[in-house]
């Protein structure tokens, strides 16, 4: 068995395990015994049925799912830009959706949508209003080449950030609060039926990626090689921009502002498994997923009576992580 | 008054099997790159770009290929193979004609093996499943450039020369008939020089789907000892097209250039010597 081989093995193994493993950590904990009573038979106590399949169980997998989509979406930014810096965060997609929760947040409740539910609609319809500033830009004459798209990117996350901050400065400081602290990223919200709408989208993106996969790669030597190779650059180009909003437009919506996976686990990955698109979205998926498992598992174990916003947890150990893949290289 | 004479004179022209360009001109803006450019260019033949920097080389080859983009304003038609490259979907036409570019990076570890594949791109549909038989493909190419031991090495690694011989075998997984390279021999030592222009030549004269190339040079010399057709362009258009033979003449390699020359016709083939003038040179 080849090293790459045995590298996928344990990255699939762990990807199968991480959540079962992980699920014994919390402020109830579950004793490995009580997990494997649940998962064969049921549950020995109705208080082990609840905490196991109402509120640990729906949280690691919609971590695994949630850091499988943000890996994948950095992954799919960085060859369509050429950029291995491009990263959701720089296309104005998670300022988008904060702008769209802060402009909820300090709006009296207009009662149109069930409780609990206008932040995430708003953050969705926040994300997807930027994406489409950024297409916009992208279709345009100041943004062709992808250094521009990702310059104008910047911007425009610059832009929508100081209008985030304007509201939140003029709206009263309980909803400037709540929306801080959603921006700072909590796999808490999460239940069952969000499981499903970050599944469908993620599960049609690596099936497109997958299969799409070689013309993604001809991206990476230029737009020019890729149209003598029959590849329309341009198109290529707005549709890994789509896929990339639209997984981060769910996970944002329901988990906030997670930074650092979408940058950093497709850097692993090439250097694990090569360059080539089906790979890096295939070991994006298991990595992205088993790392935000483990990163939520010590969000949750971290501090003695609280949780840790999990998005600083990942900007942490992202931040460690970049400098020393920076001293690497040199 | 009859407009029949040049329509009739296109369709004898471009019915013509092989590389036909007719009143090719484009333009970025107010300059002009290429300017009535006319020639025939017959299938199976090798075709050398010659001129100074900035004549036009890399725009012609450019429109040939149909990817100048459309900031440019261009007017003319490519024909090849009697069809109007134009007017070919771009997928379909990358597997009529395939490009080797001047040599560039990308920001990611690609291995000639994964650069290489990329060939068999025009021929899969949108979604493709991998297939094994697109390895044994990538080999063989890989081989007839001489080049099967380095596939999994990293292709920014490799040298020039292996490099440009990586970019050809690619251009050959394409399969199609029109190969055109934008100086293939730039930054290469004499001995990658003679071995790459030696393969091209050989491509050309395979028995049963020679290739026709088109490539941009800049030493007269090796251009001479490898094409069967020069055309010389300066300041965008077209000022001889031929048999090195006939083309290369002291008079127009001296306007061309600006700088004396002697040029001796053997039957060896042609040689030019350029042999400036102090004055000539300090003109510059």
Known sequence: MTSVRLRWALLLLSALFSPLFASLFGSAGLSPGVVWQCMTDTCPGRVEDMIFFDIRLPRVLGALLAGGALAIAGATLQNVTRNGLADPYLFGIVAGAGLGAAIVSVLPDIGWLPEGTSLPVAAFAGAWGSVFLVQGLAASRWARTPEQLLLAGIALSLMLGAATHMVLYIGEPFAANKVMFWMMGSLTRLETPHLLLIAVPLFFAVILLWLSGRRFDAMLLGDKTALSLGVHAGQMRMLGLIVCASLTAVVVAHCGGIGFVGLMIPHIVRRWFGVNTRAVILGSLLLGGVFLVWADVLARTLLESQELPIGIITSAIGSVFFLLMMRQRA | ?284
């Open chain 2, 1 to 284: 008054m009859c407009p029949a004479l040049p329509w009739l004179k296109t369709s004898t022209m471009t019915s013509l099997p092989g590389l036909t360009a007719e009143q090719l001109s484009l333009s970025a803006g107010p300059t002009r790159l290429l300017s009535d450019i006319s020639f025939h260019l017959p299938p199976g033949q090798v075709l050398g770009v010659l001129g100074p920097n900035g004549a036009g080389k890399t725009s012609l080859l450019q429109q040939i290929a149909g990817t100048s983009g459309n900031r440019l304003k261009s007017s003319g038609t490519i024909y090849w193979q009697g069809e109007a490259v134009q007017q070919i979907p771009l997928h379909e036409r990358a597997r009529r004609i395939a490009q080797v570019d001047q040599l560039h990076d990308s920001v990611f570890a690609l291995t000639l093996f994964q650069v290489v594949r990329m060939g068999l791109i025009p021929h899969q549909p949108l979604f493709a499943l991998p297939n094994s038989q697109d390895d044994h493909q990538v080999m063989s190419v890989l081989q007839q450039v001489g080049l099967q031991e380095k596939a999994r090495q990293e292709f920014a690694t490799l040298s020039g020369g292996e490099q440009q011989r990586g970019l050809i075998a690619r251009a050959l997984l394409q399969r199609a008939g029109l190969l055109l390279l934008d100086e293939p021999v730039n930054h290469l030592d004499v001995y990658y020089q003679h071995s790459i222009l030696a393969l091209l030549k050989s491509l050309s004269r395979r028995p049963d789907d020679g290739l026709t190339v088109v490539m941009s040079l800049h030493d007269i010399n090796l251009a001479a000892a490898y094409c069967d057709q020069l055309a010389i362009v300066a300041g965008g258009r077209l000022l001889a097209f031929g048999q090195p033979a006939e083309v290369l003449t002291a008079e127009l390699l001296e306007r061309v250039f600006g700088l004396t020359c002697i040029v001796n016709h053997t039957e060896h083939g042609t040689r030019v010597d350029f042999c400036p003038s102090t004055a000539e040179v300090i003109q510059l």
